[in-house]
């Protein structure tokens, strides 16, 4: 989410760190670069997530008047998943007193999982880094697939 990626006045490097993490784990991956509006930014994670299983999203977490994401990403949520964004929160407060910060939300739409994650290159990374060891069975919960956790 950035006014200046879709100007062109600036290159897409967090969406390019996303797009290098994901495809290392094995994900196929689908980018989208949308202004900083709140409607545009619904409409976008909405349709993604009608056939996409994750939704990553970088930008528009701060607190700069132009910074909607998490208002739009909530916009468009059926359900909360507040465990993910208090854990990139917390991982980047550790890291940064700018994680204070941060207002990224994260939840399902229908069987998609969307976060939210910082614009900055190293947000992204550390975000992915702490995402990262709980995805594969998040993704799994979602599909209604059989976990290692069920019981017999």
Known sequence: MSDGVVAGTREDRSGDVLHELLRGEGYDVERRVVPDERDEIAAAVRELAASARLVLTTGGTGLAPRDVTPEATRDVLERDAPGIAQALRADSIAKTPHGLLSRGAAGVVGATLVVNLPGS????????????????????????????????
């Open 121 to 152: 290159t190293g947000g992204c990374r550390d975000g992915f880094s702490v995402l990262r060891p709980a995805l594969a069975h998040a993704l799994e919960l979602l599909a209604d697939a059989p976990t290692a956790h069920e019981q017999t």
